[in-house]
């Protein structure tokens, strides 16, 4: 931790601002490519034949360089042969800079509420030199009167055009090494995470867990809440007053925080355009039973934006024995069949009939299973592809594609290579795992994807593991618990926008809030990781994008046009409106202007528009700190460092930044929805039970030894005695208890032993900090609420655990029902 003075480590608990203070401290120079519409460069699509030295990376399509050409010769016009000679270079290069990659500081537009220059910013030897030999070209150049007054003087003229950042002029940032090292790239840090920014689309979502688009040619993109609702929103982001959908009333799910009941997913018939036809997954009740539901709508033949809620029709349902393992995607391949992605049943460890659901062909359950619900107004909802693998299998059901899947969450078609075609048509999914292991899947017909035998690539029932009937396909990437507990499957990317991220796939974990990318290599055929970050200092100091985001990663979706998005929540609660999606940005590249151009067909509105808000925006100091010859910047660990008082005035900057960030991500309250509420049997993707060895460490005796179970509040900053990091006492010492399974209901068991009414929040993530000092004691926790201690509550065991530090639990209590900040 960086310790450069009291208020510098308060604010280093901040991982976004700890971005900012590592960019202005250490890096001495910013990679920071930016043009002067203040969007990243491009490659040009046609050659530059002026500004040629820009032809590969830069700020200038092709009309740009001919505009620039045409000014150039109309300032030579004005010069003899010698004057030419001597002048033509430098007005080339100054003229030029205006394509150049950083283009935006050469110009000091890095802020766009400032002026731009009209020159761009010279190194002080090469402006001496210019003004020597070409001082007759500046007003010419520029139509500023404060560089025409300061022309006469060499020593003003200069001063005036030196950049406050001397790393970013002309000509030295050339040869700067730091600004030209892979330019065009997406950058990585250090450690090889790509650094990538985002975009805010949408906000005050509950659960979203969907967004899909019709391919009609409007552009519009649907978002899907938990409890059941449908939003459309339009290409300009506003969002219609009017519900595209509204299943409330029939939807299963409840405000427990991870219920996995619920509208789990939607798409569109290919021929959406001509048939007006929808497919919808969720949860259902049907007396004692719950079901998992596929129904078919069709949108209101009066108005485009709503669906004719009583043209549904139930094409399949399947019985759920447990509440948890849901599955949820319902999609349309190339193929033009609609595939449907179920869950094992729930429980752990796929415990039904001898080999689990997922291993038997005669279940719907632990399956991907591909229909044909093309020409189906009469006859049956649906038919079975001829070339269905099992159809001739004695004992399998006919609509099984693939099966020995655990629970895949989130899978997506890939769309193929923009010129190529290749890849076009694969399936990727994320696979929940038990334990152990996360893992991402192609699906391909007929193919066994290893579970009960396998999680990931290690057995998970060995007799199951050893048998030679297995058969199965291994995932093409798998990844351990220290990394994340529950994957949400992702997208190739393949749009147009941002041609760097072309083939890599995207996805994330719903529990960590890590983001992360594979990419396939064609040499060895083997799928490369890079995690991906939020970008570092400057990286994102673009308009309208930011570096951070909540960190229940849900959902991954693609528009119309193929650029990419995630959902994420900061409470994962079907009724919480913290939902918000973002859009994916490369700040290192962009596609060359006007060639992502479309131009959506119109859409008939017959709903009150609701103008799209951006609440996740983050502004932060973009001067760097003057630090002095003493005040270098810090690269290791000291103890002790002086900094100045302008420092300290902008660190407390931060510190106000960040304590507005922490009141504006407080829970809002949401009135209630009608839905059909029950509790869940289990409550999260996976259910999990950990092993680990039962050792209490020796120490020394205290006066007055609390009872077993007490439990005390630690890790506010401001002290306050209403919530903290949950630390409990049990077997002669005190502890931590972990994140797993934490839901409201344990907190109240803990708030209520602290002599508070309510329960506000069940904090994760080492919300209220890490309690590195202690051992943890408490994990996989599940509470009724009723119990007198968290020991009283099942749990693995005290001291057994599988986690760490980072997802220590917390509460914020209260006397009231909402959250004062």
Known sequence: MLYCCDLLGRVWHSPFIRLYLLAFFIAPVFLHPQCLDFKPPFKPQDDLQFCAMYRNFGCCDSAKDKELMAKFYKIMDNFDY?????????????????????????????????????LPGLCPDYCSQFWLKCRSTITLLSDDPQLAEAEPDQDRFCQHLELEDPDYCYPHLLSNEQLTQNLGRVRADPEGCLQLCLEEIANGLRNPLA??????????????????????????????????????????????????RGFLGMTFHPNYKYNRKLYVYYSVEIGFDERIRISEFRVSPSDMNVVDHGSERIILEVDEPASNHNGGMVMFADDGYLYIFTGD???????????????????????????????????????????????????????????????????????????????????????????????????????????????????????????????????????????????????????????????????????SGRMMTLQENKNTGQWDYHEICMGMGLTCAFPGLINNYYQYIISFAEDEAGELYFMSTGVPSATSPTGVVYKLVDPSRRAPPRQCHYDPLPVRVKSKLIKFKPKERVELPTKRPNLSPQEEPVRSHPTESAVSESDKDWLQELMDILKEQEAAAVTTTLPPTTTTTKPPRHTRRKNRRKKGKHRLESGSASAAVPQNGVVRLAGDEQGRDDRGRVEIFANGEWGTVCDDLWNTKNAAVVCRQLGFRFALKASKHSEFGEGKSLRILLDDVQCEGTEESLLGCQHTGVGMHNCAHYEDAGVICGNSDYVDA
Request: with cysteine; net charge negative.
């Open 82 to 118: 010698y004057g030419y000679a001597s002048c033509a270079g430098y007005v080339q290069d100054l003229l030029c800079q205006e394509c150049s990659p950083y283009a935006a500081h050469l110009f000091d537009a890095e802020d766009p509420s400032t002026p731009i220059r009209t």
């Open 211 to 260: 967004m899909v688009y019709a391919n009609d040619g409007t552009h519009r993109f649907f978002i899907a809440e938990q409890v059941g609702l449908v939003w459309t929103y339009l290409p300009d982001r506003s969002k219609l007053e009017k519900p595209f959908l509204n299943i409330t009333k029939a939807v299963l799910t409840s405000p427990w925080e991870g219920d996995e």
């Open 345 to 511: 049943g729930g429980m752990a460890g796929d415990p039904f009939g001898k080999y689990g659901n997922s291993q038997n062909k005669s279940a719907l359950l632990g399956k991907v299973l591909r229909i044909d619900v093309d020409d189906n107004d009469r006859g049956p909802l649906y038919r079975i592809p001829s070339d269905n693998p099992f159809v001739h299998e004695r004992g399998a059901r006919p609509e099984v594609y693939a099966y020995g899947v655990r629970n895949m969450w989130r899978c997506s078609v890939d769309r193929g290579d923009p010129l190529t075609k290749e890849g076009k048509g694969r399936i990727f999914c994320g696979d929940v795992g038990q334990n152990k292991f996360e893992e991402i899947d192609i699906i391909e017909k007929g193919k066994n994807y290893g579970w009960r035998a396998k999680e990931g690539f290690s057995c998970y029932d060995k007799k199951l593991c050893t048998n030679s009937s297995l058969d199965d396909v291994l995932p093409i990437y798998a990844y351990p618990h220290k990394m994340g507990k529950s994957v949400t499957g992702g997208y190739v990317y393949r749009g147009c926008e941002y041609p760097n991220l072309n083939g890599m796939y995207i996805f994330g974990d719903f529990m």
